[in-house]
């Protein structure tokens, strides 16, 4: 089975600090996702990439970058966090084009004080 | 934008009864699938289905696709209480790499 592991599911952090969201998956897959989760909104995309050191700006990229130096992580990284990016933080991976799933990490909920 | 929109919103059903969820798009689409969450937990896929397929089943799971009228139904048999979840559809349109969700189902089954 596909495992994508994000490397909290609770996190407190001050306005204003940089903060780095991991995600790993161990399925060498392609492609990497970054999505965050607010009632009523659904699931937005902010990321993904299609390969080592390329990224692609989804629907929602404002106040935040991404890394991925390797094809198994992919780190989310919130410049100067604001209180408006109190969210849950889904990453997901899928190997090969879009006719196959996503797989998805557990969540990371994120509280911005 | 061609973001799934999942009715009802939220659904209550007795254990052992069928569920069923929609969703309806706007545009093209090349595929659709259907994504459970239980409570504070990531999502897990459950069926993908192509433009070109009309069914899809899956153990208790049916997925029907209407393409003409851009709309889909998950269908749940003989509930049981772990099938309470959240239910998203998402589409991925024609020669898109992305996914768009939907804001989901709140299905509670009741023992």
């Known amino acids: 089975d596909v495992k994508v592991t994000q490397s909290s599911r609770y996190l407190v952090k001050r306005t204003g600090e940089k903060v780095f969201l991991e995600c790993v998956q161990d399925m060498d897959h392609e492609n990497m996702f970054w999505y965050r989760q607010d009632p009523g909104l659904g699931l937005r995309l902010i990321y993904f990439s299609y390969d080592v050191k390329m990224k692609e700006k989804g629907d929602i990229p404002e106040g935040y970058s991404v890394s991925r130096e390797k094809k198994e992580r992919f780190s989310l990284i919130l410049e100067s966090a604001s209180t408006n990016q109190t969210s849950m933080y889904l990453c997901?991976?899928?190997?090969?084009?879009?006719?196959?799933?996503?797989?998805f990490g557990d969540g990371t909920r994120l509280s911005i004080l | 934008s061609q973001q799934g929109e999942e009715d009802p919103q939220a659904l209550s059903i007795q254990e052992g009864e069928n569920a069923t969820m929609n969703c309806s798009y706007k545009t093209s689409i090349n595929n659709l699938q259907w994504y459970r969450q239980n409570s504070g937990r990531g999502l897990v896929h459950l069926i993908l289905i192509r433009s070109n397929e009309r069914e899809k089943h899956s153990g208790r799971l049916r997925v029907t696709l209407d393409t003409s009228k851009k709309s889909s139904s998950l269908l749940i048999t003989a509930s049981r209480a772990a099938d309470t979840a959240s239910y998203f559809c998402?589409?991925?349109?024609?020669?898109?790499?992305?996914?768009?969700f939907g804001q989901g189902t709140r299905l509670t089954i009741n023992p």
């Open positions: 998402a589409t991925r349109g024609e020669g898109a790499q992305k996914l768009v």
């Open positions: 997901a991976s899928r190997i090969g084009n879009g006719n196959q799933p996503q797989h």
